[in-house]
């Protein structure tokens, strides 16, 4: 078993940053791979970031490639998304997800959830 357990959400204005972060605690947080995902109110969940247990990075193009950045501190075990230039778009429940070695975009292939954490952009 892995609890997640995220952190770091709130308000921001647009144009702002916010730091989330995903404490890991359970098995080796080391051979998991890690996804951040997100849904805003009437919407469906979708994609966001990921990281491989190796370090390897991928982003959803549209939404967020070069505004957010996934990283992930092992000795911690603790995955980050440092979100820049927000959005009122980027409004939503942002969730960690954690799944063994590989990473995905699609969330019926994650294993664990966290309970998400709330990021709210004002206009």
């Known amino acids: 078993q892995v609890q997640l357990v995220e952190s770091g959400g709130g308000l921001v204005q647009a144009g702002g940053s916010l730091r989330l972060s995903c404490a890991a605690s359970?098995?080796?947080?080391?051979?998991?791979?890690m996804g951040w995902f997100r849904q805003a109110p009437g919407k469906e969940r979708e994609f966001g970031a990921a990281i491989n247990y190796s370090g390897g990075v991928t982003y959803d193009v549209d939404s967020v490639k070069g505004r957010f950045t996934i990283s992930r501190d092992n000795a911690n075990n603790t995955v980050f998304l440092q979100m820049n230039s927000l959005k009122p778009e980027d409004t939503a429940v942002y969730y960690c997800?954690?799944?063994?070695?590989?990473?995905?975009?699609?969330?019926?292939?994650?294993?664990?959830w966290g309970q998400g954490t709330q990021v709210t952009v004002s206009s």
């Open positions: 359970g098995r080796t947080f080391t051979w998991y791979a």
């Open positions: 997800a954690a799944r063994m070695y590989s990473s995905s975009r699609n969330e019926d292939e994650y294993h664990y």
